[in-house]
């Protein structure tokens, strides 16, 4: 670090925040102006290292902001407890442990008096919300984003000057307090906790709240007029995602104030209906009503409600009828999302200015026309799980390369897909046309959009060759490539080899030809058996959360929608959106692929799911599959595959799917293992394959017949003769007296003697064990002997 001049003595202001210091050496420089220092910024550095005890010399220090630094290790240093003229301290990220309550007791009384200001926020503190009426001067208090439990404040605990609380993003629990003790709260934000209970009424005696915050709790019974009727200066209310909670009002009530920000999303709307209050205020910019339980149209009035609005929620109802033009109705670029409603009729035309609309999961009918008009701003459209039909206009050619993601999956379109004008400047990272009747070859213009992370055109009539080099190094992003169901034929395309995020590649149900390359290996993200993400993230989307931070909404974007997918896994279509980063699977099946299989593809330690099955595929099943540790479906059927079952199959312990059915395999299956738990359904159609849980069982465990002697003339009369009949029962006289007298010689001396008799019967009871396994198994061979003669 530079040396800096400490020759002035009377320095009152420091700031040296985001300047990346990496030492903690600055510290002995401050102490310099001990006396005359009252405002210092180190925040967003990197002060590692011991935290001096000097800082408590520096007494008219008012202001300290120490924030986004690794200052500190544990709680809170002890000398910052007694700077007593201190005003402002901002400790937020900075790392610090411990139980909040014994923390607080660090401070000096004179500085419980000071302090006004008091920001921890995003560190690592345990316990409950200490008792804080003895910091009478505090007018802001930010505990949110740490790990605090147990109870709320006290019902005691007055603090007339705090106008800022926010401790959400915690864990604490109980009911509210009576909110009349704090009667100069402005924000009062306590989300994502887990309090339950009734919100207080007493919450609108907060003559100066302007942002009420209580989402994500287990809140329950009724908000109405009587917690809103005294709070004039009210601008962002959030009930958001109490599911047990009501949302009702009078419908002739007229609010005193006017939101800017309305969130009542996973929150019941009284009486279902499209709330009518809104129709009172003018100001509002975003507007969420999501899983709202309404059962409504929306009314023609909305539309001309709010000239502000730039976020339009109203998703996961039951919101039926036919919308307006909605050409002139925003005035700034606005995010819109209707999906999973009623609404049907024709798309009507919107905003030019419009960023994103989803419609998705409706029943809309008729055209896209109104794509032909101008939508420079449109970047995320989803159109999907409609009635729509007919041709995509021409005019998409100029506009598809703006969009991020376009999705009209689950439809009736027909024709072909747009060849778009892809130049340098396309900007798709996710194509969903699945589900249609598009004809026609994939346009090679797709060439160009080298930011693919989804392509998804499955379940369509499209034909021809795969253009040469789509697949290959012009997507090194896409993650996702599903033909699945078309008409795509010739060759493997060997492209496919140099996709080094691919994680789920499906061809299934087409016309390709020819060998599986063995060029496959080279598929770096299923070699590892890591994911980078759960999920599949594009870019540049909105989000509130991404602009929500100490108690403020600031609508923005940010880095990280999560895309979703239809999959066929283990024959059943699933949609996945937050696992989809960890899905690897190969679906080759129902093509008519030959020759073998090549052993390179258990080098793909990653994959999750492989499915080659109704293919030509000959040759034996590669010995090495147990590389292949995290397979869990494995589906080899119907092809002509001989030899054995490898035994490494029977180490893929995840392995909860087989099938190897319909080949020509011989031979045992591995024995003593969990491939016998499967069903004989796994097995069938292969002639020459034995064992469990096959009824056709393998030679080594056929139990040997007893042979049948076949004795000479004069053997047999020396057998059946008059000598043999009498020795035979001089035999068994005898073997019966013996067997009298030494049953009653053993029996007396047991009898006698406890020891010989606990000893007897502990043999008896082993020998009955031993007699028992013995008969148990001769039955069992003799069973199988009997059954096949």
Same mark, same amino acid.
């Given at each position: 670090?530079?040396?800096?001049?400490?020759?002035?003595?009377?320095?009152?202001?420091?700031?040296?925040?985001?300047?990346?210091?990496?030492?903690?050496?600055?510290?002995?420089?401050?102490?310099?102006?001990?006396?005359?220092?009252?405002?210092?910024?180190?925040?967003?550095?990197?002060?590692?290292?011991?935290?001096?005890?000097?800082?408590?010399?520096?007494?008219?220090?008012?202001?300290?902001?120490?924030?986004?630094?690794?200052?500190?290790?544990?709680?809170?240093?002890?000398?910052?407890?007694?700077?007593?003229?201190?005003?402002?301290?901002?400790?937020?990220?900075?790392?610090?442990?411990?139980?909040?309550?014994?923390?607080?007791?660090?401070?000096?009384?004179?500085?419980?008096?000071?302090?006004?200001?008091?920001?921890?926020?995003?560190?690592?503190?345990?316990?409950?919300?200490?008792?804080?009426?003895?910091?009478?001067?505090?007018?802001?208090?930010?505990?949110?984003?740490?790990?605090?439990?147990?109870?709320?404040?006290?019902?005691?605990?007055?603090?007339?000057?705090?106008?800022?609380?926010?401790?959400?993003?915690?864990?604490?629990?109980?009911?509210?307090?009576?909110?009349?003790?704090?009667?100069?709260?402005?924000?009062?934000?306590?989300?994502?906790?887990?309090?339950?209970?009734?919100?207080?009424?007493?919450?609108?005696?907060?003559?100066?709240?302007?942002?009420?915050?209580?989402?994500?709790?287990?809140?329950?019974?009724?908000?109405?007029?009587?917690?809103?009727?005294?709070?004039?200066?009210?601008?962002?209310?959030?009930?958001?995602?109490?599911?047990?909670?009501?949302?009702?009002?009078?419908?002739?009530?007229?609010?005193?104030?006017?939101?800017?920000?309305?969130?009542?999303?996973?929150?019941?709307?009284?009486?279902?209906?499209?709330?009518?209050?809104?129709?009172?205020?003018?100001?509002?910019?975003?507007?969420?009503?999501?899983?709202?339980?309404?059962?409504?149209?929306?009314?023609?009035?909305?539309?001309?409600?709010?000239?502000?609005?730039?976020?339009?929620?109203?998703?996961?109802?039951?919101?039926?009828?036919?919308?307006?033009?909605?050409?002139?109705?925003?005035?700034?670029?606005?995010?819109?999302?209707?999906?999973?409603?009623?609404?049907?009729?024709?798309?009507?035309?919107?905003?030019?200015?419009?960023?994103?609309?989803?419609?998705?999961?409706?029943?809309?009918?008729?055209?896209?026309?109104?794509?032909?008009?101008?939508?420079?701003?449109?970047?995320? %459209?989803?159109?999907?799980?409609?009635?729509?039909?007919?041709?995509?206009?021409?005019?998409?050619?100029?506009?598809? /390369?703006?969009?991020?993601?376009?999705?009209?999956? /689950?439809?009736?379109?027909?024709?072909?897909?747009?060849?778009?004008?892809?130049?340098?400047?396309?900007?798709?990272?996710?194509?969903?046309?699945?589900?249609?009747?598009?004809?026609?070859?994939?346009?090679?213009?797709?060439?160009?959009?080298?930011?693919?992370?989804?392509?998804?055109?499955?379940?369509?009539?499209?034909?021809?060759?795969?253009?040469?080099?789509?697949?290959?190094?012009?997507?090194?992003?896409?993650?996702?490539?599903? %033909?699945?169901?078309?008409?795509?034929?010739?060759?493997?395309?060997?492209?496919?080899?140099?996709?080094?995020?691919?994680?789920?590649?499906?061809?299934?149900?087409?016309?390709?030809?020819?060998?599986?390359?063995?060029?496959?290996?080279?598929?770096?993200?299923?070699?590892?058996?890591?994911?980078?993400?759960?999920?599949?993230?594009?870019?540049?989307?909105?989000?509130?959360?991404?602009?929500?931070?100490?108690?403020?909404?600031?609508?923005?974007?940010?880095?990280?929608?999560?895309?979703?997918?239809?999959?066929?896994?283990?024959?059943?279509?699933?949609?996945?959106?937050?696992?989809?980063?960890?899905?690897?699977?190969?679906?080759?099946?129902?093509?008519?692929?030959?020759?073998?299989?090549?052993?390179?593809?258990?080098?793909?330690?990653?994959?999750?799911?492989?499915?080659?099955?109704?293919?030509?595929?000959?040759?034996?099943?590669?010995?090495?599959?147990?590389?292949?540790?995290?397979?869990?479906?494995?589906?080899?059927?119907?092809?002509?595959?001989?030899?054995?079952?490898?035994?490494?199959?029977?180490?893929?312990?995840?392995?909860?799917?087989?099938?190897?059915?319909?080949?020509?395999?011989?031979?045992?299956?591995?024995?003593?293992?969990?491939?016998?738990?499967?069903?004989?359904?796994?097995?069938?159609?292969?002639?020459?394959?034995?064992?469990?849980?096959?009824?056709?069982?393998?030679?080594?465990?056929?139990?040997?017949?007893?042979?049948?002697?076949?004795?000479?003339?004069?053997?047999?009369?020396?057998?059946?003769?008059?000598?043999?009949?009498?020795?035979?029962?001089?035999?068994?006289?005898?073997?019966?007296?013996?067997?009298?007298?030494?049953?009653?010689?053993?029996?007396?001396?047991?009898?006698?003697?406890?020891?010989?008799?606990?000893?007897?019967?502990?043999?008896?009871?082993?020998?009955?064990?031993?007699?028992?396994?013995?008969?148990?198994?001769?039955?069992?061979? %003799?069973?199988?002997?009997?059954?096949?003669?």
């Amino acid at each position: 670090m530079m040396m800096m001049n400490s020759s002035r003595s009377s320095l009152a202001t420091l700031d040296l925040s985001e300047n990346v210091l990496s030492s903690s050496s600055i510290y002995p420089w401050l102490f310099n102006f001990s006396n005359s220092l009252r405002y210092i910024d180190l925040s967003a550095n990197n002060l590692e290292g011991p935290f001096p005890d000097d800082f408590k010399n520096i007494t008219s220090l008012e202001h300290l902001d120490l924030s986004y630094t690794n200052a500190f290790q544990g709680g809170i240093p002890r000398s910052l407890g007694k700077l007593t003229g201190l005003k402002s301290l901002i400790l937020a990220n900075t790392n610090l442990t411990g139980e909040l309550p014994s923390q607080m007791h660090i401070f000096s009384s004179s500085t419980k008096n000071s302090l006004e200001h008091l920001d921890l926020s995003f560190n690592w503190f345990s316990g409950s919300l200490p008792y804080i009426s003895k910091f009478t001067s505090l007018i802001s208090l930010l505990v949110h984003n740490n790990q605090l439990n147990g109870f709320f404040l006290g019902s005691s605990v007055v603090l007339s000057n705090l106008s800022v609380l926010d401790a959400s993003n915690n864990q604490l629990t109980g009911t509210l307090p009576d909110f009349s003790f704090f009667p100069s709260l402005r924000k009062l934000c306590l989300g994502h906790n887990l309090f339950n209970g009734t919100v207080t009424p007493s919450v609108g005696q907060l003559l100066h709240l302007q942002v009420l915050e209580l989402s994500s709790n287990s809140f329950e019974g009724i908000i109405s007029e009587a917690h809103l009727r005294n709070l004039p200066r009210l601008q962002v209310l959030d009930l958001s995602f109490n599911s047990q909670l009501k949302f009702e009002l009078d419908t002739k009530w007229i609010p005193p104030f006017q939101l800017d920000i309305i969130i009542l999303s996973h929150v019941k709307i009284g009486g279902s209906l499209f709330p009518k209050w809104l129709q009172t205020q003018h100001n509002f910019y975003l507007l969420d009503l999501y899983c709202a339980e309404i059962l409504d149209i929306i009314p023609t009035w909305f539309w001309d409600t709010s000239p502000r609005l730039i976020l339009l929620n109203l998703s996961s109802n039951h919101i039926y009828g036919v919308l307006p033009n909605l050409s002139s109705k925003f005035g700034y670029p606005p995010i819109i999302d209707l999906s999973s409603n009623n609404l049907s009729g024709q798309l009507p035309n919107f905003s030019p200015t419009t960023n994103l609309l989803d419609l998705s999961k409706n029943k809309f009918s008729g055209s896209t026309n109104f794509l032909c008009h101008n939508t420079t701003f449109l970047t995320y %459209l989803d159109l999907s799980d409609n009635l729509l039909s007919g041709e995509l206009g021409s005019c998409l050619k100029d506009t598809l /390369n703006s969009f991020t993601i376009f999705n009209l999956a /689950n439809n009736n379109f027909s024709g072909n897909i747009p060849t778009a004008k892809f130049g340098k400047f396309c900007f798709l990272e996710a194509l969903h046309l699945r589900n249609n009747s598009f004809t026609g070859e994939i346009p090679t213009s797709l060439l160009n959009c080298t930011r693919l992370k989804i392509l998804d055109l499955g379940v369509n009539k499209l034909s021809g060759k795969l253009p040469n080099g789509v697949m290959g190094v012009n997507f090194p992003d896409l993650v996702l490539l599903s %033909l699945r169901s078309n008409e795509v034929h010739g060759t493997f395309p060997l492209d496919l080899c140099f996709m080094s995020s691919l994680q789920i590649l499906d061809l299934s149900l087409n016309k390709l030809y020819g060998p599986i390359p063995k060029c496959l290996q080279n598929l770096t993200a299923l070699t590892t058996e890591d994911s980078p993400s759960t999920n599949v993230k594009l870019n540049n989307f909105f989000s509130l959360e991404g602009g929500k931070k100490d108690c403020k909404y600031q609508p923005c974007f940010r880095n990280g929608y999560s895309d979703s997918a239809v999959i066929t896994w283990k024959g059943i279509e699933s949609k996945y959106r937050n696992t989809l980063g960890l899905v690897k699977v190969i679906d080759l099946s129902s093509n008519f692929l030959e020759g073998e299989v090549p052993a390179e593809i258990t080098r793909l330690r990653g994959l999750l799911g492989l499915n080659l099955s109704r293919n030509n595929l000959t040759g034996t099943i590669p010995p090495k599959l147990d590389q292949l540790r995290l397979l869990n479906f494995l589906d080899l059927s119907y092809n002509r595959l001989c030899g054995s079952i490898p035994s490494t199959i029977s180490e893929l312990s995840h392995l909860g799917v087989l099938n190897l059915s319909y080949n020509n395999l011989s031979g045992q299956i591995p024995p003593k293992s969990h491939l016998q738990t499967f069903d004989n359904s796994s097995y069938i159609g292969n002639s020459q394959l034995c064992g469990t849980p096959l009824t056709l069982h393998c030679p080594r465990d056929i139990a040997p017949q007893v042979p049948k002697i076949r004795h000479s003339d004069g053997d047999r009369m020396s057998h059946d003769g008059p000598l043999n009949e009498f020795l035979s029962m001089g035999f068994y006289i005898c073997k019966t007296l013996g067997f009298i007298f030494g049953f009653w010689g053993v029996i007396g001396t047991l009898v006698l003697n406890t020891t010989c008799r606990h000893k007897f019967s502990r043999s008896i009871n082993k020998l009955e064990d031993w007699l028992y396994i013995k008969l148990t198994v001769k039955k069992a061979r %003799l069973g199988r002997l009997f059954s096949k003669i």
